[in-house]
């Protein structure tokens, strides 16, 4: 129950956070013509990697994007691509997750974390682009470079949010092992 309710505010703040982004970054690619998206995507794209990150397990990124998706749809706030809106917000996640299966990671490292954000960004940018733009090929390939670029850096401010979690809950960990009675055979706690 617990990853799935990490899931859905993952996914929730991924929404929430793109009528944001997007047109900060519009400042940035509009004189480039390349999508928004693109440049933005790594800051909306983290949040798949850090709800993998925290659950650990497969096919979280999916279930992300999957419910991004509902969410646009049922709402229709920024972004909704309408029923296309299964596709490109599910096919991030598909190949972000088949991507660390591949290497056998679960965004443990850095490096791993910025694959994954990486992989996101880029098949978010690749299935809006053959929705919508369809780009001539010059503009796809600086539109995609911008993607894995972005994608990457959300992928590692993923890990370094994740790593501040995991930090956290070691230290919780610690003082609520202290406090259990049934925990290290003391029978009282310490009292703070």
């Not at 990697?49 to 992300?64: A, E, Q, S």
Request: aromatic content about 6%; glycine content about 16%.
């Amino acid at each position: 129950m617990f990853d799935l309710i990490i899931m859905a505010m993952m996914s929730a703040l991924g929404i929430a956070i793109k009528p944001i982004i997007v047109p900060l970054a519009h400042i940035i690619s509009g004189p480039l013509f390349i999508p928004s998206g693109a440049v933005a995507g790594g800051f909306y794209m983290m949040w798949l990697v850090l709800g993998f990150g925290i659950t650990g397990k497969r096919g979280t990124m999916t279930l992300i994007g999957l419910v991004q998706a509902i969410l646009v749809m049922a709402t229709g706030i920024v972004g909704s691509h309408g029923v296309i809106s299964l596709v490109t917000y599910t096919a991030p996640g598909i190949l972000a997750d088949l991507g660390l299966l591949l290497i056998g990671h679960r965004v443990c490292c850095l490096p791993c974390a910025f694959l994954a954000g990486m992989l996101c960004n880029i098949a978010g940018s690749i299935m809006v682009n053959f929705v919508y733009f369809r780009l001539p090929l010059i503009p796809l390939v600086l539109s995609l470079s911008a993607a894995a670029l972005s994608g990457g850096l959300g992928g590692i401010v993923a890990y370094k949010i994740l790593q501040q979690i995991l930090k956290f809950q070691k230290r919780g960990g610690n003082t609520s092992e202290e406090r259990d009675p049934n925990i290290g055979g003391s029978g009282g706690g310490t009292g703070s």
